[in-house]
Every structure is written in C-alpha cells, then in structure tokens.
C-alpha cells in the first residue's frame, strides 16, 4: 500500500518562505512531482523530478522553488521562496513507477502521475 503524506503548509505573507514535505514519496519510484490547484482552475505542474536528480520547474517558480529529495528519509521536499499571493493554492505531490525518460518525467503532466498525497494548503496574503 502506497500512501503520500504531505507537510508543512500554511499561511505566510508576501515574500516569504515555506517548505512542503512529501514523505513516502522517494523509494521505489522513478518521476515524482509537486502540482498546485486553485478554485476554479486546472490542476498545474509546479515542478517534477527524476529519480536522478534532475529537476524542472514551471516558469511561473523557477528561481524560488526547488525540488528535491531525502534518499534516506523517503521524502520529496518543495522549498518555496519569494512567495507571491498567485502562489496561493492546494499543493499535491505525486510520484509514479512507471517508464520514464528524463524527458518525459521533466515535461510530466498531471495526469501522468498515479501516486497522489492528499495534498496542503498554502496561503500567501499581500
């Protein structure tokens, strides 16, 4: 049994930080991701990750988001800088076993995705 269980969202103000925690996401998978969705809106990548290392990011965060991940841990983190209130939104992790090129996994969609967490809410305020 699989469970994705994300941490560490919240509210902030304009410009500061958070980090987001997806703990059972790592072992065993090969593409892993974090998405954001907000009312009224399609779900979208925020970034996705190979199990190499390699990361990419959706331009709307590149330069204030990164991706990683704890091996050891068996944890995805998303750190969040310079957080902007368009940032606001319901943030998912996902990770799938699937296979995957580097390509394919940093140009993942939503939908490509199988393992989900139940996702957390970030707000940021102005």
């Known amino acids: 049994q699989v469970h994705l269980v994300e941490s560490g969202g919240g509210s902030v103000q304009a410009g500061g930080s958070l980090r987001l925690s997806c703990a059972g996401a790592?072992?065993?998978?090969?593409?892993m991701g974090w998405f954001r969705q907000s009312p009224g809106k399609e779900r979208e990548t925020v970034g996705t990750i190979m199990s190499s290392g390699n990361a990419n990011y959706a331009d709307s965060v590149k330069g204030r988001f990164t991706i990683s991940k704890d091996n050891v841990k068996n944890t995805l983190i998303l750190e969040m800088n310079s957080l902007d209130p368009e940032d606001t939104a319901v943030y998912y992790c996902?990770?799938?076993?699937?296979?995957?090129?580097?390509?394919?996994?940093?140009?993942?969609?939503?939908?490509?995705?199988?393992?989900w967490g139940q996702g957390t809410q970030v707000t940021v305020s102005s």
């Open positions: 996902a990770a799938d076993r699937g296979l995957w090129s580097t390509e394919l996994c940093l140009r993942a969609r939503h939908t490509d995705f199988y393992y």
């Open positions: 790592v072992s065993g998978f090969i593409c």
